[in-house]
């Protein structure tokens, strides 16, 4: 499994920045590589994004790359929920969803389109596949959301001089915008699936999956009702499991599955 | 000259963040450890501080570690200007010059006191050089800015919906809080220096350098002019020279003399 | 936990050479360094050894360092053998045991004694972890080797234009020496714990432990029963299992229980 | 200038090994992708090979990656004066000069025939670049050599026991095999640029420069009259300098403009 660390200037973050990639294609097995990645099939590119306090490569999920044979894309992005903010550079929307595929599939002799190429993320890196993979549905054709951080609808009840166990007023300010208005803003993933709805454009498959002990379990199960009210397709599943690596271990395999088997 | 790169959790930006370091503590030459660094005469140490756009290691003085027997340490600041913000996790000023200094004398056997422990830093590093240490006289016993981005001034004329040629209103709000009153609040170099000069406390040491054909010529001037009526001791030096590369390569010579002979 | 990677000159291999580090010394639970850390209590150090194909932190041993409270420092030796070979810049032994023990010594405010630096290592690492602990039992104070490859008696059977299924005749001459002698000399883990024996020096304390289906398990068990005969203290464990990770994820848990509990 | 730094398992060393790329594809000038690597007109690559102690990454030619718009690519091929030797896993040839080349271009959007594909090197490197390029004239089109280590004929002066100020008999034999015949056999560069003259192949165009106060210039200039005496077109270059980085720095510029204008 090659291992690359990249550092490259983010025109949407205004700053050289970092992420890093696993490609399966160092086998010492003797299969050509033709038959893992060719023009006419392209290895398949998973984006996989990290938590809120994690970064890039702290958790690599376990063989399933070689299993499948794909890529992963692990970006770096901060404690940002993945979203554009009002601030210059602040657009880690843009730098995941826009300039990172680009930049990937300019670079990197992967997949190029949206059938083979995937985003999933934990927690934070939930909502942030959610949200991405519904922003740019030409982008993305398959998303995996494990207990996702989605957390719009509580917005409206921080306040300046305010904030929850997790973060500060300014801090849910800088990432959203405007508190009182997010959930019906774009930051929130149901706006972009109803959108992609009522368009008749294809939305990406989904896959979610909450710990049933999980603090965010209420949060998914709110999220999977909304999508079954709009008729939008989506795998849902619960399983016994807390907010951890233990419950994400074994569901990015049975993520892995459904988006690469 | 050893290289290090190193992620650690910061408590003061809540996430895994990296920094790197370069240590002289290699050498083929047949001197002995002991003679560059020993618990009776440790090892001095410079943090040096990215400009706007850049990161840790894209700028790696020539040969003056070596030269002068010190260790440098990079932080990573993105383009924060080295400040704290009001969100939850935006202390960089705090990462900079408490946790980062704090984790460093903790970590490597190296100078843990003022008088082995200077600052520097060109453009937005420079301002971070000047604030920082200004910001911690107990813990950085110099400070050298090249070049520095003393722009707290032109703050208050930035407005919501403006900003100028390098971000908008937002970005500066995040960075320096209130624009109205930046000037007249800690975000200020200048208000540090005299709340310091006034308590009677030992200030850092002050190189400053500027090119004379510079965008940032006239700030540097007036930060030059504002010390010498305040009677705080620095050493200002200007020369033929813009805002790039050619300038800081001269100058982060002369202040290593400055420093460290 | 923090991650180092640092380059740095290796006298002993005549080029710049990578090492890692894991130090658990960005805790966020609010327990002051010097509970963990301090000049009376300094952290203990292991050096951990990668087997044959491996290189420095492609093994992370889940957990445990935080959990005991010790630095894990992991060296590349490449294919090595972790011995001193006769060609300019082959000194792996030298590099390991004597050059990196030392660097990490004099740069890291870590362990500084035999009774608190401890190394161990799996196949080929098992093998370095025992060899290396023995040569330098002033530096080492424990010793843990999991399914080691202790081979040094098969190889007066390989002869020029032969080898085995893992390298030639040429590869393992140039790691152990004139093979038909290999095992009397100081390429053999035995030979040296025989003479530490004999001088009365104090050995390091040993721990072994082999899988039972692994095909070094009849080289363990030889080099358990020559400690036995020898009346060389040591622990050593068998478990169903063979060589492979599933196996080393077990007992280098086991391990750490014995070096640190 | 994007950054990569890749760890990838090469059948050719038996184990797990690092390289370095830089590849100007961050541009902020507006300038699109297309303009400078399509498929039509695919960006090119070159090889740049360190010399003996050093390692990727340690030696950056200044500009000329972004002025020529090339890619760079830098093995580790530590103190191997880039030779296959005897032993399993010592294939430094093999690994640069194929695997290596094989990988980029498998992996990478980047130049994918030898009209786009050069080498170049400094000191052992110049030898590498020589040596590497005239062994596989169908992948690389263009040679650099700069201050090469153009040792071979002094080798069968080196007999067991002995060795030079640089290394001792082993590690010579270890790298280029029988020193008594090594001048005759295909570790000389002029071995196989008389082989591929006589076959009537295309000789990759050759760069070659030295210093006048090198202590390798007669080698040069040996070499230099020797592909004259051969009838094989090559450009020779000789300037006021040592066997230093000053030399090189302004050097590589005059073989980038002669590689790439």
């Known amino acids: 499994m090659a291992y690359f660390r990249i550092e490259y200037f983010s025109n949407a973050l205004r700053r050289t920045v970092e992420f890093e990639m696993m490609i399966p ?24 994004l990290h938590g809120y306090t994690g970064k890039a490569g ?19 992005a901060e404690n940002s929920f993945y979203l554009n903010g009002d601030a210059t550079g602040r657009q880690y929307q843009t730098m995941v969803g826009e300039e990172l595929v680009d930049y990937v599939r300019h670079t990197f002799r992967l997949a190029l389109t949206p059938d083979d190429t995937f985003i999933a993320g934990l927690s934070m890196g939930g909502f942030g596949a959610l949200h991405t993979g519904l922003a740019y549905p030409d982008r993305f054709g398959k998303i995996a959301a494990l207990s996702s951080a989605l957390i719009v609808h509580e917005l409206k009840d921080i306040h300046p001089g305010g904030g929850n166990a997790v973060a500060n007023y300014e801090y849910y300010r800088e990432c959203f915008g405007d508190l009182s208005t997010a959930a019906e803003r774009d930051v929130n993933p149901e706006v972009l ?20 002990e999980d603090f965010l379990i209420e949060n998914n199960r709110a999220m999977h009702r909304f999508l079954e009210e709009h008729n939008i397709p989506h795998e849902y599943l619960e399983g016994k499991g807390i907010h951890d690596m233990v419950f994400w271990q074994e569901y990015i395999v049975k993520a892995a599955e459904w988006m690469f088997a």
């Open 25 to 48: 294609n160092d086998r010492s097995d003797g299969v050509p590589w033709e038959k893992n990645n060719s023009s006419d099939h392209p290895m398949k590119t998973l984006f996989l």
């Open 193 to 212: 699936a109803v959108r992609l709805k009522k368009s008749g454009r294809k939305l990406p498959d989904i896959f979610m999956a909450c710990g049933t």
């Open 58 to 76: 702290n958790w690599v999920p376990p063989g399933i790359a070689e299993k499948y044979n794909f890529a992963i894309v692990m970006p770096n």
